[in-house]
């Protein structure tokens, strides 16, 4: 029961961050949407930044679980636009923490730390990625370009969710559609035109 209570808390408030931003929602206000006593919150939690940590905590595995890249063949552009795909799904049903941030991060420096740590992570997988594009033929690049490409990835993949509500999109699924293919048209100047070909194709059929 207590860990059912747990689960349904961490829920709701992933629901209400998302929905609310995150610095708009307090342990009340979810416990009010539970409809349990602040005091039942507090024995599965110790605050607001508790439940952050562990919501965080779904998300690194999530994450990670996203940037695996195949371990016994080189990758083609479905490999990526594929693990684009999965990690676009995480940041969506985890985007109070993009949306938010500076904010989270400037507050609790373990989780500054950790969100460094995925960062590292997922700029070495995208070198890896695109070296193995580049032994597969599938792009020409210098090391310098792929490892811009890689950095531009990363940079737009993680602030994609911010421009967007800077612009005012409204209809964040679709933006997030959006993201994928702008990230996936980083690489087209680097493909053979076959594969360009291709690119466009997919995008086209993934907008429509």
């Known amino acids: 029961m207590a860990a ?3 689960q349904r808390i961490l829920d709701c408030a992933l629901a209400m961050f998302n929905a609310q931003g995150e610095p708009n929602v307090t342990t009340n206000h979810i416990a009010d949407e539970l409809e349990i006593s602040p005091g039942n919150l507090y024995y ?3 605050n607001k930044d508790d439940i952050i ?3 965080f905590s779904r998300y690194e595995e999530r994450i990670s679980e996203a ?4 371990a016994t063949r080189l990758p083609n552009l479905e490999d990526i636009w594929l693990q684009m795909h999965l990690v676009f799904e995480c940041i969506w049903d985890y985007r109070f923490l993009y949306r ?3 904010d989270i991060l400037s507050r609790n420096r373990r989780l500054r730390l950790r969100f460094a740590r995925i960062l590292k ?8 990625v695109v070296r193995g594009l580049g032994r597969a033929g599938i792009v020409r690049a210098s090391p310098a370009e792929m490892e811009a490409f890689s950095t ?3 940079v737009l993949a993680t602030f994609w969710l911010n421009y967007a509500a800077a612009r005012g999109e409204a209809d964040e699924a679709r933006s997030i559609r959006q993201g994928i293919v702008q990230v996936m048209m980083l690489i087209a100047p680097f493909l053979r035109d076959a594969e360009r070909v291709h690119l466009h194709t997919l995008s086209q059929a993934y907008l429509d």
């Open 152 to 154: 531009n990835l990363l």
């Open 53 to 55: 940590e562990q919501l």
């Open 4 to 6: 059912q209570t747990r």
């Open 100 to 102: 938010d941030l500076v």
């Open 67 to 70: 940037m695996a890249v195949p």
């Open 44 to 46: 599965h939690f110790r």
């Open 121 to 128: 992570r997922a700029t070495d997988n995208a070198n890896q």
